[in-house]
């Protein structure tokens, strides 16, 4: 069993969908980031960056005691080779997949992040940082479709690296994109979108973005410092 500490963002999604895919057993332990909800002592034992997600695995194949994994990229690699799924056995495979999945976590989600934010959730407009990361979000999506030109995948067969990018490309209309200018991305997204697993993540929770932002939430996801 995998306990899934998670709330439906982005982040969270990526392991939403993996579980699904791969038919793992999981229990969803919602952690409401709005209401401050990561900070407490018994999430941030699992968690001591207070972000979702976080996973407890019950069963690791080592046979020892439970295994607490944060960070979203490592709990990918982790699933992944706990189940033999969505990752290559051989060596140029796999870093095939690496490659493109440290590319999400270092490149694609932190600056959809920061172009979701100066858009968005910043209490003032500051032109300069709309259009920093509104660009630089559309020369990510470009690096996207020039890698999708000839092959259906990222690193060529379904993998963790689609997993995790996927969920980020979801909410493009709020960063100011169009995917009709990115073909062989589109492509690509709308192929994820219809898959089953896929489906059933997006359909059973409604993403913690549909929902406006009180200036409380603001506090607690925009105010943090190393005292909180």
């Given at each position: ?131 920093r990361y509104t660009k630089e979000v559309n020369r990510l999506y470009g690096v ?65 973005y549909a929902k406006p932002m009180c200036d409380e939430e603001r506090g607690v ?8």
């Amino acid at each position: 069993m995998i306990e899934l500490y998670h709330w439906p963002t982005p982040n969270g999604h990526k392991i939403t969908i993996f579980l699904e895919e791969a038919g793992l057993a999981y229990r969803l332990h919602p952690v409401d980031i709005g209401k401050g909800e990561q900070f407490k002592p018994e999430f941030l034992a699992i968690s001591p960056n207070n972000r979702i997600p976080a996973i407890i695995d019950t069963a690791p194949a080592d046979g020892g005691a439970p295994l607490s994994i944060f960070e979203s990229g490592a709990i990918l690699l982790y699933l992944a080779e706990k189940t033999g799924r969505f990752m290559p056995g051989d060596l140029r495979g796999r870093n095939e997949v690496m490659q493109w999945l440290f590319w999400q976590v270092g490149g694609l989600g932190p600056m959809s992040g920061q172009a979701g934010h100066f858009a968005i959730y910043a209490p003032e407009k500051i032109p300069y940082g709309i259009e920093r990361y509104t660009k630089e979000v559309n020369r990510l999506y470009g690096v996207m479709d020039r890698r999708l030109a000839d092959r259906p995948y990222l690193a060529g067969e379904y993998s963790i690296a689609d997993i995790a990018s996927y969920p980020w490309v979801v909410p493009y209309e709020r960063y100011s994109q169009n995917l009709d200018d990115f073909p062989n991305l589109k492509r690509w997204f709308e192929a994820i979108k219809a898959r089953p697993a896929v489906a059933r993540v997006y359909a059973s929770v409604a993403p913690s973005y549909a929902k406006p932002m009180c200036d409380e939430e603001r506090g607690v996801l925009f105010g943090q410092t190393a005292k909180r």
